[in-house]
């Protein structure tokens, strides 16, 4: 009994040690379909929201309020009408984030948190590993907490990739810099900790997955031309 008690805490260190400093630094290989006028899935997750944007804003529907996309998104560049897509990232998930298109990149840029907000509280991780999506759009760390934005001009036109912290800082490692050239599929940010990532791209583009679905990062079409 006295060995049970020793060998418990034991294997439960282990298993965090392994978690924290191996598993989630895994980096599977990713081959991402040919289609040049797609979008792909920039991480492995969960999809959280889809929305549309019109005149900057987005609606949250737990809020009752327009939200603006730029302050969401962390970019000062000019957000068209389009789709807001948002893909949670867990501790068990690959915490590479990928290139969601090809093209040039125009914009990095760095926001800092007004406060640490833990991206889920008690009942929405309950809920997450239930598998029932939670709608992070309205929660106080998506419009608050540490994000790091890219504005990629590709094919279908830009598309903004923004990493928001899922609490007490980003932890990310960015792969990109304005000017760069980046290539759908390859890998374009690391997040240590996970978190949210969200996407942004034209209205000319239809999205092909909906809440609660799983995707995976350079590989899951989450948005394609009308008809596709």
């Given at each position: ?18 978690l924290r400093s191996v598993y989630r630094f ?157 290539s759908a599929g390859h890998k374009a940010a ?39």
């Amino acid at each position: 009994m006295r060995l049970r008690r020793l060998l418990l805490p034991i294997a439960a260190g282990t298993a965090v040690w392994y978690l924290r400093s191996v598993y989630r630094f895994r980096d599977p290989v990713r081959v991402p379909p040919p289609q040049s006028d797609v979008v792909l899935s920039p991480a492995d997750g969960v999809v959280s929201f889809v929305r549309r944007v019109e005149a900057g804003k987005v609606q949250s529907d737990a809020l009752n309020a327009a939200l603006n996309v730029g302050d969401l998104l962390g970019t000062a560049a000019a957000i068209p009408d389009g789709w807001l897509m948002g893909v949670f990232v867990g501790p068990l998930d690959v915490h590479y984030v990928y290139g969601p298109v090809g093209g040039q990149v125009t914009t990095v840029q760095h926001t800092g948190s007004r406060r640490d907000v833990a991206l889920l509280g008690a009942a929405e991780a309950l809920s997450m590993l239930a598998g029932q999506p939670t709608d992070l759009l309205a929660g106080r760390g998506t419009l608050e907490n540490e994000r790091l934005g890219a504005v990629i001009e590709g094919e279908v036109g830009p598309v903004t990739v923004t990493l928001v912290a899922p609490g007490a800082g980003l932890h990310a490692t960015s792969y990109l810099k304005p000017g760069d050239s980046a290539s759908a599929g390859h890998k374009a940010a690391f997040l240590a900790e996970g978190g949210l990532v969200v996407v942004h791209f034209p209205a000319a583009l239809m999205p092909q997955v909906s809440v609660g679905e799983r995707v995976v990062g350079a590989q899951t079409v989450i948005a394609s031309g009308a008809g596709r």
